[in-house]
């Protein structure tokens, strides 16, 4: 079920919210089980048997979490329960997402596997329920999980605003809301700035990423071979259907959760406007960012610091403004991180392209950090400043955006190929005539564009928005609720049918 389609915003999530805070004022436990099996019920929607998938998953991985604290004190029998239930979740995610790409690849490359089907349709939101939980688990090792109630884990994995495509939640600050009482019961405070983000989340997917959807398809899926202008005109429009989509589907999210009053963190923080790409990090998909921080780059490099230890070599941060140092202890954890992250992303070999241009991209960003030119005392003012800034911040898209090329194409050649086209390889006639263009013209698409860079760029993103409004009261509410309405029904009319977001497919 999508959320931006007719049967989400007028009849499933109203009745959700009204049983929630019905059965709320009854016993917040009732609320709970009311709110768990409604969470089911929009997964089923979707693909019905791929519920009892969610069901074992939860199962499989409550039980192992239960096992791993009962063996708190024999260490390498806990240890031993984490790696079956980790190697448990992992060959799930592989059979269902990249088992069968890499059978086709092995085919391309004349290593045939006899296998009985050639593909199986995958699980919405399976990369997303099973990393959630893997969290679960490797905190229950490191001894970091105070509330087991099955109750409250089963709306952890499967509250439905999170469930297909995040935000990335972390159990410590979930499981404890659901054990207070007052958020089933309807507060104004919650509900109005969380009804203002979803509506602002639904006006990003359809007024903004669903109206850049034809050019990037015509450009990203077509044989030909994209001349300069059309390839930047392709590329550009991706990067703000992604971006519009995505931080949209976060907002709709967050808001939806604010409506039962459970706050989500943030997701996205204008990360367009960050001015090096350790600042996009922290603002694009920055649960995301938290998880692969907690659980794969910190582990990494305690391990490789233990390594150097054992050795007798230095760790400190002079060691660090070594050459040596650096590579073990900055770049190597980054370049493995995400790689790992890339693969998260997809089964294919553009994927890991789009993890390790990161992974250099950072790594690039750190040793300029640590063997650059030190700032002087005085920072520089007014229109050098200025223009450094902007500098800064262009020239973060710009690397965004090559490595963005990779995480829409369909492979790498193909990626290669936009690329090419980017830098002229393909023809820089800039009369776009001779490259038609769907749904406008050449003026059009330079408008939409330019709109969507003004709208990321200029405005308060929507977090900002929703913060001068935290306190309402019920008058205000009402009469926002009705201009709420209004304004769906006219994004519902106006929009078509429902497109489906982008991060549904990972």
């Not at 404890?176 to 990003?204: M, S």
């Not at 003004?454 to 405005?459: H, T």
Request: net charge positive; glycine share 8%; hydrophobic share 55%.
């Amino acid at each position: 079920m999508l959320f931006n389609s007719a049967i989400f915003i007028f009849a499933f999530l109203p009745l959700a919210l009204a049983g929630y805070f019905a059965l709320g004022w009854l016993h917040p436990r009732i609320a709970a089980v009311w709110l768990a099996l409604a969470s089911f019920a929009f997964y089923a929607y979707w693909n019905p048997p791929f519920v009892l998938l969610l069901i074992a998953s939860i199962a499989m991985n409550y039980t192992f979490g239960i096992l791993i604290r009962r063996f708190a004190k024999r260490p390498q029998a806990q240890s031993g329960v984490l790696a079956l239930a980790v190697a448990a979740n992992i060959l799930a995610l592989t059979y269902f997402k990249y088992l069968f790409p890499l059978l086709a690849w092995l085919d391309t490359v004349g290593v045939r596997i006899p296998h009985a089907q050639d593909s199986v349709i995958l699980p919405l939101g399976i990369s997303f329920f099973t990393f959630t939980q893997l969290g679960y688990l490797i905190d229950s090792r490191a001894g970091g999980i105070k509330e087991h109630g099955l109750l409250n884990y089963i709306l952890f994995v499967t509250f439905f605003p999170h469930l297909i495509a995040g935000p990335i939640l972390h159990h410590r600050e979930m499981m404890p809301q659901f054990n207070r009482g007052e958020v089933y019961r309807l507060n104004p405070n919650d509900f109005g700035p969380g009804l203002i983000l979803f509506v602002i989340g639904l006006a990003k997917k359809t007024l903004i990423a669903d109206h850049m959807a034809p050019l990037v398809a015509s450009v990203f899926d077509g044989s030909m071979n994209p001349a300069l202008p059309l390839a930047w005109f392709g590329a550009l429009a991706y990067s703000l259907q992604i971006y519009f989509d995505f931080s949209g589907y976060s907002d709709m999210a967050i808001g939806i959760a604010r409506m039962f009053g459970i706050a989500f963190p943030l997701n996205f923080s204008s990360p367009y406007k960050a001015s090096c790409i350790i600042d996009f990090w922290q603002r694009w998909h920055m649960t995301l960012t938290r998880y692969l921080t907690s659980y794969l780059y910190n582990p990494a490099v305690l391990l490789l610091t233990r390594w150097r230890l054992e050795r007798g070599i230095a760790v400190s941060r002079a060691a660090i403004a070594t050459p040596g140092g650096f590579a073990s202890m900055i770049a190597l954890p980054l370049l493995y991180t995400m790689l790992l992250a890339g693969i998260w992303h997809g089964a294919g070999a553009q994927f890991i392209v789009f993890g390790l241009l990161h992974g250099v991209y950072l790594t690039v960003n750190h040793a300029w950090r640590v063997f650059g030119p030190r700032s002087p005392a005085t920072a520089s003012t007014g229109l050098a400043a200025s223009l450094t800034g902007v500098g800064s911040v262009l020239l973060t898209y710009l690397a965004v955006v090559v490595a963005q090329v990779f995480f829409r194409a369909g492979s790498v050649t193909s990626a290669l190929d936009i690329l090419g086209g980017m830098v002229g390889v393909h023809g820089h006639s800039l009369d776009l005539s001779l490259s038609p263009m769907p749904g406008g013209s050449a003026a059009v698409w330079a408008a939409r564009i330019a709109g969507g860079f003004a709208l990321a760029w200029l405005l308060p993103n929507s977090n900002e928005l929703v913060a001068r409004y935290e306190k309402l009261t019920w008058p205000t509410l009402a009469q926002g609720l009705l201009f709420a309405g209004l304004f769906l029904v006219i994004l519902i009319g106006a929009s078509g049918p429902p497109a489906q977001f982008l991060y549904f497919q990972f």
